[in-house]
């Protein structure tokens, strides 16, 4: 006889020598359960600490101011490489989600342009002292629009925003007053700093370096009233454009946390399938008992061998859309594993992992799938001690799809070596 059965009609056998009241034919089954079908948002939901996805941006470039545009035989509309002058500044922003972020940031330098004097006999080179802060929306449109990527090298990030800008010190060529300035106060005297609320827009290309470190390259364009360079002539509307770049330096790293509703539906699906089929096997075992007893009287007791090592009950590990984090509510299955192999020292396990079909790419999905498997060998050797030997990893990508339900095969299986 088999040591399990063995085990088995001992167990009756105790029960009989203590007169139990339940007969030995009684088999005790519960109800299995039942799953309900419902709907479900399949939007994904991002969120992150508050703490992460800050960024401090340091930049320099070149700006070309636009005044004056057609205005006498000196128009400012044109480019020149005279007018050209060095820009700095610095910024602090945060990405309040993978799509919007926010900046705040601060430039400054020196400008120069060419703008008509009070009469067209005077010269109207001029230049001036400038400083800027600008509060800025930005929007990623890579991630918008074409899914979320945590790792993606490079994105185009439009941006808008509106801000404070201050002009002094207005000289000439020589370095004398400027004669080209026709703006007075109340008390008739040219003015020494205007003041003015510019609205910017522009793009910025962004390399990813590192998680911490990006290079971007930006153009954009400021457009102020009329009174920016200290004098009003011709179109109302002066400008500035500028070609700028710098490096980003990511505070707290840059990722997201992702919540899909349907995702979870799926994965309580799974549990119970697994309470059912437990639910089975708890029935079986009834029936194996109740054969059991009919053997009665008991044989006589043997020294109980020690029963072969056991499957897992959690058996696997899910992950949500286009992602190898390993979920918080999926850390029981590792330590589950974790401690079945503790308790098996000789058993080894081969860690598979699987994509859905539906999503990426066969060859994205590859890479993703063997992402996710070594994900899971690394926590249960760096989190609980378990010997990397005693780990096979395997991956299937989009390839094979253990499941006929899609969502289900973004999973990881551990099947005994």
């Not at 007018?83 to 922003?93: A, D, E, N, P, S």
Request: aromatic share 12%.
């Amino acid at each position: 006889m088999k040591a399990k059965n063995l085990y088995y009609a001992m167990a009756v056998c105790a029960g009989a020598a203590v007169a139990l009241p339940a007969s030995a034919q009684d088999v005790f089954v519960d109800e299995a359960t039942t799953v309900t079908e419902f709907t479900c948002d399949n939007s994904t939901h991002y969120f992150t600490n508050w703490r992460n996805n800050w960024f401090i941006q340091l930049e320099s470039g070149v700006n070309q101011p636009f005044v004056e545009r057609g205005y006498y035989k000196t128009p400012g509309d044109n480019v020149n490489k005279s007018k050209m002058t060095l820009t700095y500044g610095v910024g602090v922003g945060r990405w309040a989600s993978p799509f919007v972020g926010f900046r705040i940031r601060a430039n400054g330098g020196a400008m120069h342009w060419n703008a008509p004097g009070i009469d067209d006999k005077t010269d109207g080179w001029t230049r001036a002292k400038h400083a800027n802060l600008q509060a800025e929306v930005m929007w990623d449109m890579f991630n918008s629009l074409g899914g979320v990527n945590d790792n993606r090298v490079f994105s185009i990030i439009p941006f808008a925003g509106l801000g404070g800008d201050a002009m002094w010190d207005y000289r000439d060529a020589k370095g004398n007053p400027a004669s080209a300035t026709n703006i007075v106060n109340r008390h008739g005297d040219v003015k020494k700093v205007q003041w003015t609320l510019p609205v910017s827009a522009g793009l910025q290309f962004r390399f990813r370096l590192s998680e911490y470190v990006d290079f971007f390259a930006e153009a954009r364009a400021s457009f102020y009233g009329d009174n920016w360079n200290n004098f009003a002539q011709g179109e109302s509307i002066d400008a500035n454009v500028a070609a700028v770049g710098g490096f980003n330096i990511n505070i707290g790293g840059r990722e997201f946390n992702s919540y899909n509703e349907c995702n979870t539906a799926s994965q309580i699906a799974a549990l119970n399938g697994q309470v059912n089929d437990l639910r089975a096997q708890l029935l079986a075992a009834g029936a194996e008992v109740a054969a059991l007893a009919s053997q009665l009287p008991c044989p006589e007791q043997k020294p109980v061998v020690a029963a072969a090592p056991q499957t897992p009950l959690m058996a696997t590990v899910r992950f949500t859309i286009n992602s190898d984090k390993i979920m918080p509510t999926e850390q029981v299955n590792i330590f589950n594993m974790a401690e079945w192999m503790k308790a098996n020292p000789t058993q080894k396990v081969v860690v598979t992992g699987y994509a859905d079909k539906d999503t990426g790419t066969a060859e994205y999905n590859m890479d993703l799938s063997q992402r996710r498997a070594q994900a899971v060998v690394s926590s249960l050797v760096n989190d609980y001690g378990i010997s990397a030997d005693r780990l096979k990893v395997q991956f299937d990508g989009s390839d094979v799809q253990p499941y006929n339900t899609n969502d289900w095969n973004r999973i990881v299986i551990f099947t005994q070596k």
